[in-house]
């Protein structure tokens, strides 16, 4: 209950396409998604979130789409540039016993062709 | 307004040694957590340091030890070192336990640790 599974394992876009990004959960306490970013040798790096009392959350050529009935959150990137080429991670959050969990899927590799 | 650090940015150890690594959490943060992360990986939770006390753990074992200082930075100790522990460390920094303001967390770059 505790999961977030997140597919595809790894995706190719051609430049300018759309990317999407799907994630799934089971527990309904999860109150905050975000979505990460990961460069080779770095640290995740925070990128769009959402929480579940809206449908979508636009920032710039990213947008998160959550369906909150079918426990689904996605990432679609516009315009897919080959500088998105990078490790993408969903997570969900929730407070459980005094505590703050934060539970990550297992990370897309996505890689825009020029 | 600077980010979270880490230092080292790569340390090579062997097996049986012990290290330490260090995180400055971002300016007006006071909660740091810790991160494993495998090659290919998703981070794994090591710990959550808040108010200087050991707040919550993930699934590692005792090897695995924490700190943090009154300044709000901290320090992961891992004791007799596995080939398995080669990894990326991660570190995040957020405001407080509990409540929205401390869902936002913010990585540093990691140390990579390297076990021989």
């Known amino acids: 209950q505790q999961q977030v599974k997140q597919s595809p394992q790894s995706l190719i876009v051609q430049k300018g396409g759309i990317s999407i990004i799907n994630c799934a959960y089971e527990n309904t306490a999860f109150d905050y998604f975000p979505w990460y970013q990961q460069f080779p040798g770095k640290g995740p790096a925070l990128l769009i979130a959402i929480r579940p009392d809206v449908s979508e959350k636009k920032e710039g050529r990213f947008t998160i789409s959550f369906n909150k009935s079918a426990k689904q959150f996605s990432l679609h990137i516009m315009d897919s540039q080959p500088g998105d080429s990078a490790t993408y991670f969903c997570a969900a959050s929730m407070m459980q016993d005094s505590n703050y969990q934060l539970i990550w899927g297992a990370g897309t590799k996505l890689i825009i062709k020029p | 307004d600077a980010g979270v650090t880490q230092s080292p940015t790569h340390l090579i150890k062997t097996r049986g040694q012990q290290v330490t690594l260090r995180c400055s959490p971002k300016?007006?943060?006071?909660?740091v957590s810790w991160y494993q992360q495998a090659l290919g990986q998703g981070p794994q939770f090591i710990f959550q340091?808040?108010?200087?006390?050991e707040r919550q753990r993930g699934n590692f074992p005792d090897r695995f030890s924490g700190h943090q200082f009154p300044n709000y930075s901290s320090e992961l100790n891992v004791n007799a070192l596995l080939l398995g522990d080669s990894a990326l460390y991660l570190c995040?920094?957020?405001w407080g336990i509990g409540g929205a303001l401390t869902d936002t967390q913010y990585f540093g770059p990691g140390t990579r640790l390297t076990v021989l």
């Open positions: 300016s007006g943060h006071d909660t």
């Open positions: 995040a920094s957020s």
């Open positions: 340091y808040y108010e200087e006390e």
